[in-house]
């Protein structure tokens, strides 16, 4: 069974940074691209970053670029989000979600979701 | 970018209705076009990709269909289960953007 499952969420203050990490289990995690989505309160959902299985190639959002830094650890089976001078705006819940193959590709599994509240 | 547009909003259905939701792409997309069903609590679910393949798991009682710019996802016959927010996403290359959501609610 896929599961991803996210951590490192909580309460920061504005220009401040945040970790997330994603672990996964229930597949080849190094075959498959992965992604970062947020929802923030009362939004829809938006993608906000993705890299491939190798890390060769690495896409933003332009509301985080130059912000947020995507990167994975095969080996660990990990996924993380570096995530540099927050703003409100950047609260939200982030989903880590695992792309069907390629990294231009729907999603087909999703974690529960790790909640960041960036607030003074 | 390529923006998503999703219509209706919202929508009230009864158990049984025939519900449609559509999405057109601002540029033509191919087939490269996802829905996802969101509730209240839960994760996001994939149910159609490639426009009209259903995932696996998925109740045949969900359908999708078109290309190019325009695209709809059809419940057969509305369930309880069903409630929750719609989301189509475009993938074919970055960002691979969401739709606004479509909220379906039981009337």
């Known amino acids: 069974e896929v599961q991803l499952v996210e951590s490192g969420g909580g309460l920061v203050q504005p220009g401040r940074s945040l970790r997330l990490s994603c672990v996964a289990s229930g597949f080849i995690f190094d075959d498959y691209a992965m992604n970062w989505v947020r929802q923030a309160p009362g939004k829809g959902l938006e993608w906000i970053s993705g890299?491939?299985?190798?890390?060769?190639?690495?896409a933003y959002a332009d509301s985080v670029k130059g912000r947020f830094t995507i990167s994975r650890d095969n080996a660990k089976k990990s996924v993380y989000l570096e995530m540099n001078s927050l703003r409100a705006d950047d609260t939200a819940l982030y989903y880590c979600?695992?792309?069907?193959?390629?990294?231009?590709?729907?999603?087909?599994?999703w974690g529960q979701g790790t909640l960041v509240a960036v607030s003074s | 970018d390529i923006q998503m547009t999703q219509s209706p909003s919202s929508l009230s259905a009864s158990v049984g209705d025939r519900v449609t939701i559509t999405c057109r792409a601002s540029?033509?997309?191919?087939?490269?076009l996802a829905w996802y069903q969101h509730q209240p609590g839960k994760v996001p679910k994939a149910l159609i990709y490639?426009?009209?393949t259903l995932q696996s798991g998925v109740p045949s009682r969900f359908s999708g269909s078109g290309s190019g710019r325009e695209f709809t996802l059809t419940i057969s016959s509305l369930q309880p289960e069903d409630v929750g927010t719609y989301y189509c996403?475009?993938?074919?290359?970055?960002?691979?953007?969401f739709g606004g959501g479509t909220k379906v609610e039981i009337k």
């Open positions: 979600a695992k792309a069907h193959h390629l990294l231009w590709d729907h999603f087909d599994h």
């Open positions: 890299i491939s299985w190798n890390s060769v190639t690495i």
């Open positions: 490639a426009a009209s």
């Open positions: 540029q033509g997309i191919i087939n490269y």
């Open positions: 996403q475009r993938y074919n290359s970055a960002p691979p953007t």
